[in-house]
């Protein structure tokens, strides 16, 4: 299949380029908390909208992190980068190390916020169930957010989260994504590669926190690193939008303008 545009919205305009990808609970609006401090001097960033989610809410599928790395890879071509960095939030971490699978010499830099791992999720049977009904019953969605972020946001937040959720999504390209994200194995695609990555986690994030990360993260890439953020759960660009933004930008930044 032909690859998709990607709607998306540009942030700055520096000499680093940077793919920002959302995860799956919500489109792009996700960074809505860090763009105004973003720094557009040295990053110039393109924050995306995968198929299924936001402005493009009726496209058509696949809805996989394959066909996202290709949709992606042809953003960056629209757009004249031919090198980039990638950051990718939970579902967003899995798409951002699909397109290092598809094109390694591309990637700068990896950044995944809570990223799920290449190798995928491993659920128990009620887990699962929990996320795989999360398509239709915003209850399911609120509960996921309640757990993820620690149990103690205020309930006016989970409520909001889940409305976001239920509005920017499409469902049945909600549900499709999960199959992809949670079940898809690519780990081997990535091992070894040299890439700077680094992995910003929330300390109070039961399923993709920092041990987890030197499980996964650590063992695929070399020069790996792993950040926890100790205020955050799952959502740090609402939880701790600045610690974040500092955390990332420096990461970006590291290896100068070129």
């Known amino acids: 299949m032909a690859p998709f545009l990607l709607p998306h919205q540009r942030i700055g305009d520096g000499p680093h380029h940077v793919l920002a990808v959302h995860g799956w609970f919500a489109d792009r609006t996700a960074y809505a908390p860090v763009l105004a401090d973003l720094d557009g001097e040295a990053l110039g960033y393109a924050v995306v909208d995968l198929r299924g989610y936001g402005e493009a809410k009726g496209a058509p599928g696949p809805y996989t992190t394959t066909q996202a790395a290709e949709d992606l890879l ?13 950051v990718g939030h939970s579902m967003g971490g899995s798409v951002a190390q699909r397109v290092l699978a598809a094109a390694p010499d591309r990637v700068r830099r990896l950044v995944g916020i809570s990223p799920v791992p290449a190798g995928g999720l491993l659920m128990p049977p009620e887990q699962w169930d929990l996320f795989a009904g999360a398509a239709g019953e915003p209850g399911n969605r609120r509960a996921i957010l309640d757990i993820t972020t620690g149990g103690n946001r205020p309930a006016a937040w989970l409520d909001r989260m889940v409305r976001r959720s239920l509005d920017r999504s499409d469902a049945t390209a909600f549900r499709a994504w999960l199959d992809s994200w949670a079940r898809e194995d690519f780990h081997a695609e990535v091992a070894g590669r040299d890439v700077p990555a680094l ?47 500092r955390v990332v930008e420096d990461f970006l930044r590291a290896d100068g303008p070129r």
Do not use: K, Q
Not at 200 to 210: M, N, S
Not at 211 to 218: F, G, K, P, Q, S
């Open 199 to 245: 992995a910003v986690v929330g300390a109070l994030d039961p399923a993709l926190g920092a041990e987890l990360m030197r499980r996964t993260w650590l063992r695929c890439y070399p020069a790996g690193r792993v950040t926890e953020l100790p205020r955050a759960g799952h959502y740090a660009m609402d939880e701790t939008p600045l610690e974040l933004v």
């Open 74 to 86: 042809a953003l960056a071509d629209r757009l004249g980068w031919e090198r980039f960095s990638v």
